[in-house]
């Protein structure tokens, strides 16, 4: 069993900022890749930013020197910092991560739940 958990949304004026956490916890045996998604109202998922192996990071143009995502060393924990908040970037935020399990051995991917971001203007 893996547990993919985010926190750290809320409700935020246009121009401020936050910072979001996501905790993976259970059989792993290695993280290969991490990834922030959002889904704004009526709209698709999309990726917000990435954290690939190699500690390689890719963002959506959307968010290119506004957002910064991380990852705490030792510990699978993985942060969206998020400044110079807009209107737009409004939506429910996802963590997704591709691991490695113990039992059985294989690759998959697992979402959280999601946590709310609302940009008021």
């Known amino acids: 069993q893996v547990q993919v958990v985010e926190s750290g949304g809320d409700s935020v004026q246009a121009g401020g900022s936050l910072r979001l956490s996501c905790a993976v916890s259970?059989?792993?045996?290695?993280?290969?890749?991490m990834g922030w998604y959002r889904q704004a109202p009526g709209k698709q998922r999309e990726l917000v930013a990435a954290?690939?192996?190699?500690?390689?990071?890719d963002y959506a143009d959307s968010v290119k020197g506004r957002f910064t995502v991380s990852r705490e060393k030792g510990k699978n924990t993985m942060y969206l910092q998020m400044n110079s908040l807009k209107y737009e970037d409004t939506g429910v935020y996802y963590c997704?991560?591709?691991?490695?399990?113990?039992?059985?051995?294989?690759?998959?991917?697992?979402w959280g739940q999601g946590t709310q971001v609302t940009v008021s203007s």
């Open positions: 997704k991560v591709m691991v490695v399990t113990s039992s059985p051995v294989r690759r998959a991917d697992y």
């Open positions: 954290l690939r192996s190699g500690d390689n990071t």
């Open positions: 259970g059989s792993i045996l290695s993280i290969k890749d």
